[in-house]
């Protein structure tokens, strides 16, 4: 795993010993994702690369990056990893495809595997054909394009965007965003637009992002773009709608028994080929039903105990370790736990808003980069077990907005309509008003609450179209209109833009909305950044596509059955752990944020959510923040996943 940057404009090809400087400064913001190595390669064309190496797989020289092809036409900067490269070696050199001369091969990485595949089959031929976690540039010499490229689930992270006027026009593109910044070119103009789909989510779902004319490419596509053809043109090669839609109209018919066979195979093999690295090689264990059938698989197929790595928390309700190290003793893998202190916790805050780039609100940020922290002291790649929720039905919320689904969609739309226009006559802040003598009436749930946000919320249920908007209202920390001053929110898959999933039921369907949207923005940029900020390659088994495909075959009932979620995974997992080490409440990977805010953090957050302050910068409403505020200190409310949201934008504006 690796990080890369680079630019395309016309001015770039007038002073090469400038661009090169340039590039230098560029790939140095993201020296965590590779510090092995560097490299950079720029052409008069007025096209830059640069790249920053972790060394995985071929250690030597030959995997230096960018890369050039043999006849020169192609040259690479590539980050992730092509676990079928070697597969993909051997039909090039089976069907004779490989250039004359070109044979042996220079060394064995991957990145030289691709370069013989475009040539011989073209670029989206070649990633249509591979197994792996990816995001690359590459530049076309004898076309005069650039394709940048992004891999199925959205594993890699890539931006892109046009800076700068007229000539000094510039296409910007990189892992991160802080690689961008050091372009001169650059503008750090906030997009309010962006904001409110923050305030909303707690991450900005692609293809946004916090700055403005800056932009995430989604999984699955190809970027075609030229200083001829300036508009970039995006082409997806692979489709999570479709993939569903496909397998739900084609499912599995064999036994429950043939399916887990099946599902145990093919989770067997993408372990298998991702325990692939000339490096120390471990996993993340949390005791759980996804990471424990990640490390059970792994074991399985190693020769000597797998080393494994949790952290756990002293603060009741928070800590797992003890069930990882349960799991850990039964399989026999070589583990290592930390208990993190508050303070060490604490002490990441500063950290967050580089390790990130751009606002990033899901809390367990925390421990995720604490336990990348402690893999890295002994492995250089880890894997994990992200992707299971929503493949195999396994968060509580797909039932419960079923439910609410139900009970809404009784009733005639219009009727609903007029209802929640009713409810939203009057802003929060003034139905809290006008509510307040009744208070003492209300049940003890509603006597401290924020009455005015949940008639709101309960508009947007009573409005709902589809279960999409119930599930959206659900999710919403913040309504956006009336927060963001000057921001209006844009469109969405879960807003406005509704996939095409026909034939899906309502629980299929949150599970694919999930995978659009809540996997590749908010999960795996979590794992991304806390990982790499540690210069740790992160490896994700389940979301191998040929794993995803069939697991969107599997029937519903064999992955919600009897009232238990993920069934047929457990049953792959009860192959290798008894299942008394498993069977409990599902618990969320998190910290105790909320604890904090009224304790350590307190003075923290209260000098970034001052009302003067907040009235100064400009971004938001300061009434409904320090409501919020007060609510929590004072105890009668939770208001932390909503704080959080507030607070890293806070941070990250002060940082930048």
Known sequence: MCGFTGFLGATQARDQDAARAVLTRMADAIISRGPDDFGLWSDRAGIGLAHRRLSILDLSPAGHQPMACPTGRYTIAFNGEIYNHLDLRRELEETGRLPAGEHPWRGHSDTETLLAGFLAWGIRATIERCVGMFAFAVWDRQER???LARDRLGEKPLYYGWQGQGEGACFLFGSEIKALRRHPAFRAEIDRDALCLLMRHNYIPAPYSIH?????????????????????????????????????????????????????????????QQMLADVPLGAFLSGGIDSSAIVALMQSQSSRPVKTFTIGFHEDGYDEAGHARAVSRHLGTDHTELYVTPQQALDVIPRLPDLYSEPFADSSQIPTFLVSQLARQKVTVSLSGDGGDELFAGYGRYIRNERHWQRVSRWPHAARLLAA???????????????GPLRPAMPQSLRQADVGAKLHKAAGMLAARRIDDVYLQALTR?????LVIGGREPTTCLRGNP????????VQR?????????????????????????????????????????????????????GVNKWILRQVLYRHVPRELIERPKMGF??????????????????LLDESRLRREGFFNPSRIRHAWEQHLSGRRNRHSQLWGILMFQAWLEKS
């Open 212 to 272: 403005r004319d800056i932009f995430k490419l989604p999984a699955g596509c190809l970027l075609t773009v030229s200083l001829d053809q300036r508009e970039p043109r995006i082409d997806r090669y692979w489709s999570l709608p479709e993939v569903a839609v496909a397998g739900v109209r084609n499912p599995w018919t064999g036994s429950p028994e043939e399916a887990t066979d099946a599902l145990e195979g093919l989770i067997g093999s993408a372990v298998r």
């Open 145 to 147: 394009v650039l394709t």
């Open 510 to 562: 949150l599970m694919a909305l999930d995978a659009i949207t809540y996997l590749p923005d908010d999960i795996l940029v979590k794992v991304d950044r806390a990982a790499m900020g540690v210069s740790l390659e992160s490896r994700v088994p389940l979301l191998d596509h040929r794993v995803v495909e069939f697991a969107w075959r599997i029937p519903q009932d064999l992955k919600r059955r009897d």
């Open 421 to 435: 226009w009713g409810m939203r006559a009057l802003p929060p802040e003034a139905w809290n008003t006008l509510l």
């Open 478 to 482: 913040w309504e956006p209109a009336g």
């Open 499 to 506: 996939p095409p999933l026909e034939g899906l039921s309502s």
């Open 590 to 607: 998190g910290v105790p944020v909320g604890q904090w805010l009224r304790g350590p953090l307190r003075d923290w957050a209260e000098s």
